[in-house]
């Protein structure tokens, strides 16, 4: 597969990439539409993040922004992809996440009964649509080819594990303005790299469309956010996300099928897995919440809520970047890596000037005729 900035990469990006612009652009406008209306609703029906230890923002915020997401992804999928095989799942699965657990945005459950939910959302999309992970791709070390492993079985509690994790990555994710929503457009952007590089055009359009929801719904969740995703939100982000690798590289012999989505969003499934192990030490349920995710650390390390999110979209892409090498586009890693050091010193020389932390070079100082360098 050719990289996108060769020669033939106009061609490529008009015959494989450019399909899922207009979706994504569609469900940009809808979301950013909606997100006004939920707002209104959200104080009509009491759906109102208060602020609180866990929720430091400073005014009572709407909750209802995952609904709005979802109708402007809805509104692109039917529009753009009517009769593709899958729509019916996609919408019927991502919906039913995005309605079922408004139960936890306006009446806090249970840990079980959220864990049930989530559980309900998956086998709904594995066992009712057929999303499995039915194979993968393994490198053939001194062979030079790849072995594809048939799950047989396997492919159904490996699915259904996968969906699950990816409901808890994002909803753990979900814990600064705009830090979510941000990350799964990145993640889902590096999806479209994928599938279009395997000419998976519906795949294509299906992620533009999920990014552009995305992309709609930061225009007022970044800091200082207008409105929340809730754990609607959260969990629509994150089982339409699952299914979405399902259907593009997860369904492609290639070798760690699952490498592209596994590495962009390396940064919160660490955090997740560490969040479980940590959890279970102290013997607290696996959904209890607490202030020790990543995101947190950052702030209380003097970070703020954007230079967080700063953080994780540079990794994010940068590792995605990574992922992508498989498929054959090696140099966009060199414009990820050119973006994220851009974004990391943009959040160092911030936080330096905040802080008023200063640096000594020696000798320095007196050749310039002043008493410190900062």
């Known amino acids: 597969m050719g990289d996108f900035f060769n020669s033939g990469s106009l061609t490529n990006l008009r015959d494989h990439l450019l399909p899922g612009l207009w979706p994504l652009l569609l469900a940009f406008v809808a979301c950013a539409l909606v997100v006004p209306l939920m707002i209104r609703l959200s104080h009509r029906t009491g759906l109102i993040a208060m602020p609180s230890g866990r929720h430091p923002h400073a005014q009572p915020t709407p909750l209802l922004g995952g609904l709005a997401m979802f109708l402007g992804f809805a ?31 306006r009446w806090p459950v249970r840990p079980a009964l959220k864990f049930a939910l989530q559980a309900v959302v998956a086998l709904v ?47 753990f994710l979900d814990g600064v303005d705009g830090l979510a929503a941000g990350v799964v457009f990145i993640v889902t952007i590096t999806l479209m790299l994928a599938a279009a590089g395997l000419g998976q055009v519906e795949v294509v359009q299906l992620g533009g469309a999920l990014a552009g929801c995305c992309a709609g719904f930061l ?47 390396a940064l919160p ?10 959890r279970r030490r102290v013997k607290a349920s696996v959904a209890q919440p607490d202030l020790e995710h990543l995101h947190h650390r950052l702030q209380a390390f003097g970070l703020d809520a954007r230079q967080t999110c700063y953080v994780f979209y540079s990794a994010s892409a940068l590792l995605g970047a990574i992922g992508l090498t498989l498929f054959g586009h ?41 008493s410190a360098v900062r």
């Open 75 to 105: 509104i692109a999928v039917l529009i753009f992809l009517p009769g593709y095989q899958w729509t019916a799942g996609v919408l019927v699965v991502s919906g039913l996440a995005a309605l079922l657990l408004i139960v936890d945005d």
């Open 125 to 171: 999309a594995v066992v009712g649509f057929g999303f499995l992970i039915t194979f993968v791709g393994l490198p053939g070390f001194g062979s030079g080819r790849v072995h594809v492993l048939a799950l047989g079985w396997l492919a159904y509690p490996i699915s259904i594990f996968w969906l699950l994790g990816m409901q808890n990555t994002v909803n």
């Open 219 to 265: 225009l007022f969740n970044f800091h200082p956010a207008r409105i929340f995703m809730g754990d609607s939100g959260s969990h629509f982000l994150g089982i339409a996300l699952g299914v979405l690798s399902i259907l593009g590289v997860a369904k492609v012999a290639v070798a760690f099928a699952l490498v592209v989505p596994v590495l962009a969003l």
């Open 269 to 278: 499934i660490g955090d997740t897995a560490w969040a479980i192990l940590r």
């Open 330 to 370: 090696g140099r966009i890693l060199a414009v990820a890596l050119v973006t994220a050091l851009a974004l990391a010193s943009t959040v160092a020389a911030d936080l330096l000037q905040r802080t008023g932390w200063r640096i000594q070079v020696p000798g320095l100082a007196s050749l310039l005729g002043i």
